[in-house]
Every structure is written in structure tokens, then in C-alpha cells.
């Protein structure tokens, strides 16, 4: 089955305690993206991969990191999350980089929350 | 200026009445144009994507205006089922833009 996958689906850890949402896609598809999701804000881009070992920044890119080495896997890590970073995360892939024109497919979503 | 609105609703409406969204956008430069369901804090699922000639999937239509730069969505008959919250997506180079969403509730 053609799937995004997000782990975990459900996540508490505290502030300063490093961590890693994981996504994968089997796919085989170019383009992979994380989002963030809060109230009255709407999914908000974080980073963005066009291939891999190609990534780039989106709209609020600020105390994520990313890393593309293989296609199908584009982990998010926060190296010391704190507490504005709770949210609800989503993970989406889409078949060509041609510059935003393609579908994405989204992952189940990982809640997050840093005490 | 937010760079994609939509209306947050909700829109409370009867079963079988129709009922349309729009969203408008500030980047004339704006290439694609997407309208996504969201089922209470679910995944984004595509619904449809939306061309200059307007398309139709059953009793959804979505309709694009460059020149005044919105996209609309209508919805026919709406069904019990139709209860979402509908996301208006505008893509850049590279770049995905999510409206906020507009809640859908459809009323028995």
C-alpha cells in the first residue's frame, strides 16, 4: 500500500531533550516535506527536500533540522525542543519537484508535546 | 496580509444545500492551486485541484480567477459526510501555502 508513515504518532518529552520524528515514504517520491499544525495558524511549512541531500528552509524553519540521505526517509529533529514547539506534525511527499505543481501525500501526524 | 485567507467559518448548513468557499491569495505569481479536507485533526487529503477552466468531481467544483486571485469551491447536495475543515493550498517554487481552513458542518 502506497503510504506515508509517521513515528512516533504520539510523543511528551521535556524541554532541551533532544529528539527525532521519523517519515518515511515508499513511494519513491522526489519531493518531502514537514508542517506544523496549530490553532487558528493553519500547516506551516518547517523544511522541504527536492531530492536527496537537497533541503531548504520554509516558513518556520527555526530549532528544526532535517537530513535527506536517503529517498524515502526525511527525519525532523529537534535538537532542544522547547515548549512554543508543541504541536501536531505532518509529514508529505509528492512525485516531482516541479516547482510546488504536484499533489502532496500526507503522514498519520505526530503530536508532540514539550513540557 | 496573510498570504492565503479563508474564511474559518463555520458554515452550518442543512443536508442538501449548497453551499460555496472561497480563499483568496497575494502572490500573483502563485503556479498551483489545491483544495485539501482535513477530517478533525486528521491528515490533509487531497480533494482537488483546481485550473483556470474550472473543474468538477461529482458535486464538488472548483473554480480559479487569476485575475482577482481567489479560488472557490462549491459544494451541491451537501452530504452529512462533507463535515470537514476545507484548506485552500497555493503553491510558489518549491513552496506549499496553507490557508487556515474553513470549518464545514453539515446539519441533519
Known amino acids: 500500500e502506497a503510504q506515508v508513515t509517521q513515528n512516533p504518532r504520539y510523543l511528551i518529552t521535556v524541554t532541551g531533550k533532544k529528539l527525532t520524528v521519523t517519515c518515511s515514504q515508499n513511494m519513491n517520491h522526489e519531493y518531502m516535506s514537514w508542517y506544523r499544525q496549530d490553532p487558528g495558524l493553519g500547516l506551516r511549512q518547517i523544511y522541504y527536500?527536492?531530492?536527496?541531500?537537497?533541503?531548504d528552509k520554509g516558513d518556520v524553519p527555526e530549532g528544526y533540522k532535517v537530513s535527506r540521505k536517503e529517498k524515502r526517509n526525511f527525519p525532523l529533529i529537534l535538537e532542544s525542543p522547547s515548549p512554543n514547539q508543541t504541536s501536531l506534525y505532518f509529514c508529505a511527499s509528492s512525485p516531482e519537484t516541479s516547482g510546488g505543481a504536484e499533489t502532496q501525500y500526507f503522514g498519520p501526524g505526530t503530536r508532540l508535546l514539550v513540557l | 496580509r496573510k498570504e492565503v485567507e479563508q474564511d474559518p467559518g463555520p458554515f452550518n448548513v442543512p443536508e442538501g444545500a449548497t453551499v460555496a468557499f472561497n480563499c483568496t491569495y497575494s502572490?500573483?505569481?502563485?503556479?498551483?492551486f489545491f483544495w485539501y479536507r482535513q477530517d478533525c485533526r486528521k491528515e490533509p487529503k487531497l480533494l482537488m485541484s483546481v485550473y483556470s477552466s474550472g473543474n468538477e468531481d461529482g458535486r464538488f467544483t472548483a473554480q480559479l480567477n487569476r485575475a482577482s486571485q481567489y479560488i472557490s469551491l462549491l459544494i451541491r447536495d451537501s452530504k452529512l459526510s462533507d463535515s470537514a475543515t476545507y484548506l485552500c493550498v497555493v503553491t510558489g517554487t518549491y513552496k506549499y501555502i496553507f490557508g487556515t481552513g474553513t470549518r464545514l458542518k453539515v446539519l441533519a
Open positions: 502572490n500573483s505569481a502563485s503556479q498551483s
Open positions: 527536500s527536492m531530492n536527496v541531500e537537497v533541503t
